[in-house]
């Protein structure tokens, strides 16, 4: 889903100019902005300088284009932006439409090309029940198509609503206009009176990537459908291997000791407020914890860090990193730490990716409800949470620190203390003073002082 431009369009703009550059430049005369910057993926970097200049003669102002975002090119990157003391983003390509607190955004669309018609007659043929509640999702390279669609098929179904999309946009059909809308993961709808969302069956126009997937687990319809590949295929979401994998890591949070939460956004709104909440629980489970901020995660960051159990991750919900096996202890979400810890919260036919519906105000809130009873793990079969009350007495109790302890307590302190190398130690008193002397010489596999490389 990428936007794709001739070298002579981009040069010789014309009215179908993919990257919107001259409603960029109405909204930043809207809006009345003077420093803007100019957001683009990797695959888009290689037009970012011919755009950019486009734009400056536009508005007779300076633009600068952000490369290499902190997390990830699908969410604004308004910590960058903030380094420039910038009042505005336009963002292009993909976009997981997060919501954003600190500067006004605008979003120019990917445009993929898609056969109206066929869609058409595949959705008319897999709802044949006209009478059918039905809610219209779409993938965001496809809502250029959407007034089009929306009027071919709304006089024959009554009852379809199609969803909007929570952002400002080079779309302004698909842009939300009513604050009072149901919010899920950028889209935007409301119900008709007194019926639920389990009483629609949903469809979505793209396929069944991660967009999809993220959608179709999180809101709890009858029943999902995508269209891919000129086929409507219906899907089961929660009854598949990735959920089964998911309560197994649910149940490793559980026997975890020291847990590292790994902040991998700056710039969703609320990400401060679930990063208390999720201390105050582990917290409340007597489970030490550490904050990380490492910007984009990958297994060879999160492996320095080998005192730690599991992992919990405050990311955007569409990042990849909860379906990958190559990092070396579990990654779990906000949403599993309650799973884990809340008795009030029960797993059922939802499974919320987007954290900020967890949160007081938010879709998914429930009040925390600790468990104070003794259990025993799935996963080893020994006693959990067996001795918390007896050492809730203690914690304020002073400590003596013997020599040579770095730290007294049962996190990465004990780890460290364990390993039978710590590091350059000084051993003061301890060895005779001698003057300096030269090192080893070479390489690492072959030093010159070594017997082997003497005989050669």
Not at 64 to 73: A, E, F, K, R
Not at 178 to 190: A, E, K, Q, T, Y
Not at 225 to 237: D, L
Not at 240 to 264: C, H, S, Y
């Amino acid at each position: 889903m990428t936007i794709k431009v001739p070298e002579h369009e981009i040069n010789n703009p014309t009215e179908n100019d993919p990257y919107e550059v001259e409603k960029c430049s109405k909204w930043i005369d809207a809006c009345n902005l003077n420093k803007v910057c100019l957001q683009f993926p990797d695959n888009l970097l290689p037009d970012s300088a011919q755009i950019a200049l486009r734009l400056e003669k536009l508005i007779n102002k300076k633009v600068y284009i952000l490369g290499d975002t902190s997390c990830g090119s699908c969410c604004v990157d308004e910590i960058t932006a903030q380094h420039i003391n910038a009042d505005g983003i336009i963002h292009f390509g993909h976009a997981c439409l997060n919501p954003t607190g600190r500067l006004p955004v605008f979003h120019v669309l990917p445009k993929t090309e898609i056969e109206i018609n066929d869609v058409i007659n595949k959705f008319k043929s897999n709802f044949e029940d006209k009478s059918k509640r039905i809610l219209f999702f779409y993938d965001v390279a496809y809502a250029y198509k959407i007034e089009c669609i929306q009027a071919s098929l709304r006089p024959f179904y009554k009852n379809l609503i199609f969803t909007s999309l929570n952002c400002t946009s080079n779309v302004e059909f698909t842009d939300m206009k009513d604050v009072s809308s149901i919010i899920f993961l950028g889209r935007s709808f409301m119900l008709e009176n007194n019926f639920k969302i389990e009483e629609y069956e949903a469809f979505f126009l793209g396929s069944g990537e991660k967009t999809f997937t993220t959608l179709a687990i999180s809101i709890p319809a009858k029943k999902w459908y995508y269209f891919e590949n000129n086929t409507v295929i219906e899907s089961q979401a929660l009854n598949t291997p990735w959920l089964k994998r998911r309560k197994f890591l649910v149940e490793k949070l559980k026997d975890a000791k020291v847990v590292g939460i790994v902040v991998a956004t700056l710039g969703i709104k609320d990400y401060l407020k679930i990063l208390t909440m999720i201390k105050n629980i582990l917290k409340e489970k007597k489970k030490k914890s550490y904050i990380l901020s490492v910007g984009k995660i990958n297994p060879m960051k999160l492996a320095n860090f080998p005192e730690i159990d599991v992992f919990v991750v405050i990311s955007c919900p569409e990042n990849e990193v909860f379906d990958s096996r190559e990092f070396f202890k579990p990654i779990l979400t906000p949403y599993e730490v309650e799973l884990a810890f809340n008795n009030s919260r029960d797993i059922c036919t939802k499974y919320c990716m987007d954290f900020r519906q967890i949160l007081p105000g938010g879709l998914n809130y429930v009040d925390f409800k600790a468990a104070a009873d003794s259990d025993i793990s799935l996963l080893t079969g020994k006693l959990r949470n067996c001795d918390e009350n007896l050492c809730a007495d203690k914690m304020n109790v002073l400590a003596i620190k013997d020599s040579g302890v770095v730290a007294i307590g049962k996190a990465g302190a004990e780890f460290l203390h364990n390993r039978s190398w710590k590091g350059v130690e000084q051993r003061l008193g301890k060895d005779a003073v001698h003057s300096a002397q030269i090192g080893r010489s070479g390489l690492p596999n072959s030093y010159d002082s070594e017997p082997s490389t003497q005989t050669k």
